[in-house]
């Protein structure tokens, strides 16, 4: 008997990274007038450089995060089945 999840690993993988894509355009499109209107810079060029850099650097430390929650609920559900069996 396999317990079924409705949780799939593979159903989350590719939730998250939709939820990626989205945040990313939305950022990307949004991101560089927000800040100006904030008034933390007044030419556009300059924004768009240091909040595309906000977002790399976003992305370098939330990858490798991201990777290591998906492997511990990957074991997590593979250690609940083995439990089942």
Known sequence: MVASSS???TSLS???YAAY???IL???TFGPQFVMGLGYFDEEFV???VFGGCMAVAGLIGTPIGTKQMMMMMMI???????IN
């Open 21 to 23: 894509a989205g945040g």
């Open 14 to 16: 590719l939730s998250r």
């Open 47 to 49: 924004a768009s450089i």
């Open 77 to 83: 559900g593979s250690e609940q089945r083995e439990v």
């Open 26 to 28: 939305g950022f990307s």
């Open 7 to 9: 949780y799939h690993p």
